[in-house]
């Protein structure tokens, strides 16, 4: 039997397919650093759960603590305690404001693969206890094409690039991009990108820096985009970055807090999520460490 039958096997076990709800898994990423990536995340966490919904962040920015210097909060455990030390799901998840729950990936990761069965089976069936604590897990990835990037980009459902104006960021998304469209297990029908436009001038700047990307995207690459919306420039976010808080918070009639807020409402839209399939977070990693979805 070889690892990925054996994972199906456990996922099954685990009862992901058809006695838990599955959370919804949206990746964060970007072509560089700076761009306001950890923020987004963050701030689209704080917006889910004035909407009602359970959120979780894992921070896959392994070497990184944007969010949690950003959470102003520092966890006690990671990943890597859960997969090594024998910490159960619950003893690894820090809570931050509004009880939004954060996950300290740790570098652990990367040595998934290289577990035996009996390692896969508790990892698997803690992250299977992911999907009943969260509606949506918000994964925050490294910026940049490394390989541990694009392993999280080709396991996500919905994959949120965010962009600037600068041409420097508009070229390293093209970058990430053509990355993306040649992993040989991307695929356009499992893995949605949605394109957030962060500090422009005005919200309607946005769609002229979309448009911008996407005409070259659309010549040259097979990785269809789509707009989700921009997020202007504004110095309450600087000030709330500056007191470890969040916009959306801090100042939540802020310009840039009221963008984020407009594109989890997007997110949350009935058509839109009615043409995502769920598939969980143990089903997420066990892409992440065989390649197969299941």
Known sequence: MDQAEQLRNIIKASGT????????VITATSGKGGVGKSNTAINLAIQFRKMGKRVIILDADFGLANIEIMFGTVPKHNLCDLIYQGKNIKEIITWGPMDVGFISGGSGI???????????????????????????????????????????????GEILLVTTPEPTSITDSYSLLKALGRHTRYSPEMSQVKVIANKVDEISDGETLFNKLNSVVSRYLKVPISYLGAVPLDHQLSKAVMHQMPVSIQAPAARSAVAYEN???????????????????????????TGKIF
């Open 263 to 289: 594109i989890a409402a997007t997110l949350m839209n009935k058509e839109i999520t009615k043409s995502i399939p769920k598939r969980g977070m143990a089903a997420f990693f066990s892409h992440i460490v």
């Open 17 to 24: 397919s058809h006695n838990r709800p599955l959370a919804r």
């Open 110 to 156: 990367a040595g998934l693969s290289n577990l035996s069965r009996d390692y896969l089976s508790y990892i698997i069936n803690n992250l299977a206890e992911l999907d009943s604590i969260a509606d949506i897990i918000l994964v925050d990835t490294g910026a940049g094409i490394s390989d541990a990037v694009l392993e999280f980009l080709v396991a996500s």
